[in-house]
């Protein structure tokens, strides 16, 4: 189906699975679907953007886990179709933006053609956009000035006066499993991530932009999840580095790249990370590698998940508070099963009529600096506070079969 021309893409997994794609799909009802795909494959950009638009309603026709999941892979198709097209009229952008909504929302058989495809328009529109190659720019650093005493004053009451959590340097992993593994005990671990390529290159605004600055991103927009203004967005790397540096974002419209796998999908950021080694104590899986970036002010409210979690702190500084899972009872989770592994107290705003034994409650909290990791154990609670541009990765590991995502 594809050349081996400049300007066309390769999809060699697409071109060999299409038909049988194509059955599938319709044994799932998509005739419509299919004659669109067919038409697309055969250049026509209309029926590709058609059939985009049909698998996206699939996917948007009800709860996320209740799709079938052929649909993500009907999406990823027709997301390539429309790629193509774009591309082979120097479309480079347009292009790029369907590739990641197939890597965001598509499913994982056309997986290979994506990151292939994203390799040649990036390097396209690099080639387009970076004519200098960026030497002896001036380094482009987040954040500069850092007041403590100033930064204390927007922490929840009775922050940095209980117990802080312990730190150690070059901790073993017989130690790590030892002493904070099998106890269920955190520690933050201070000298685990010098050697990570991040270190030096996500300080560095220009890099970013350069790298990844025309790549489609999921952001969080509004205080916080649990806020009812909460919203979604889907914008580019740059517009992103953009809304940070404006610094103009109020808790109602701060911009989050939270919990998003960022590093499945953009693979030149993958290359800047590594797994510490801790992640494989107790024979465990890892389950899911998430990106957390975003301007000072963001707070994850206080809530638990069900893994190990390794939060290993790349950029800047964040203030974490530590609550142990035998408090579960006492922090007033939602009822909601959706909200269960949430507190409905709001740390920067305590109701002490409604919540009056939250301010009673023994918890640990850290400053957690850069090139830091914090070791918080499955189900202890965290409420997480950046402080100023913050760029974390947490790794999330468990070795139960097949336990699930908060
Ligand atoms: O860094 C954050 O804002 C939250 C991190 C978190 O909740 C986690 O790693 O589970």
């Not at 066309?8 to 699975?17: A, G, K, V």
């Not at 299409?18 to 038409?39: N, P, V, W």
């Not at 904070?180 to 010098?194: A, E, K, L, Q, R």
């Not at 099963?337 to 918890?363: A, R, W």
Request: proline residues 5%; contains cysteine; glycine residues 6%.
């Amino acid at each position: 189906m594809s050349t081996n021309s400049a300007a066309t893409l390769e999809t060699p997994i697409l071109d060999s699975n299409h038909y049988s794609l194509l059955q599938r799909i319709t044994e799932e009802g998509g005739y419509a679907f299919a004659s669109m795909a067919i038409r697309a494959a055969a250049g026509d950009t209309r029926a590709a953007e058609a059939a985009k638009e049909m698998a996206w309603e699939q996917l948007h026709s009800g709860p996320w886990h209740s799709v079938v999941p052929v649909w993500r892979d009907a999406y990823a198709m027709a997301c390539l179709h429309v790629a193509k097209h774009h591309f082979s009229s120097g479309e480079f952008k347009p292009a790029l933006r369907a590739l990641d909504m197939a890597l965001i929302m598509g499913g994982l058989t056309l997986r290979d053609d994506l990151n292939l495809c994203i390799g040649k328009v990036s390097a396209a529109l690099r080639g387009n956009e970076f004519s200098d190659n960026g030497e002896g720019q001036q380094k482009d650093e987040w954040y500069k000035d850092f007041n403590l005493a100033e930064v204390v004053k927007s922490l929840p009451v009775k922050s940095l006066t209980c117990k802080t959590v312990g730190k150690k340097c070059g901790l073993s992993l017989e130690g790590f499993l030892r002493e904070h593994f099998v106890s269920g005990s955190p520690v933050i671990i201070s000298d685990s991530m010098n050697h990570w390529p991040a270190k030096d290159r996500w300080n560095d605004v220009n890099y970013l932009k350069k790298v990844v600055g025309f790549r489609t991103v999921p952001v969080e927009v509004g205080k916080n999840y649990l806020s009812p203004d909460w919203k979604q967005e889907l914008i580019t790397f740059s517009e992103f580095l953009e809304r940070i540096q404006s610094g103009d974002g109020s808790s109602a419209d701060m911009t989050y790249l939270a919990q998003h796998q960022l590093f499945d999908q953009i693979q030149e950021l993958k290359q800047d990370i590594v797994t510490p080694d801790y992640c494989f104590a107790g024979g465990g899986e890892i389950r899911s590698v998430n990106a957390w970036f975003g301007p000072p002010g963001t707070v994850t409210p206080l809530h638990h998940d069900p893994h190990h979690n390794i939060l290993a702190q790349v950029v800047g500084k964040k203030y974490i508070r530590l609550y142990p899972a035998s408090l579960s009872e006492e922090l007033y989770p939602h009822s909601e099963s959706m909200l269960s592994n949430s507190s409905q107290v709001d740390l920067d705003n305590i109701d002490e009529t409604e919540f009056p034994k939250i301010l009673d409650l023994e918890f640990l909290d850290c400053i957690l600096e850069e090139g830091e990791m914090l070791y918080i154990p499955p189900k202890w609670w965290h409420y997480v506070r950046s402080l100023t541009t913050s760029f974390s990765v947490s790794f999330w590991w468990s070795n139960e079969g097949n336990s699930s995502e908060s």
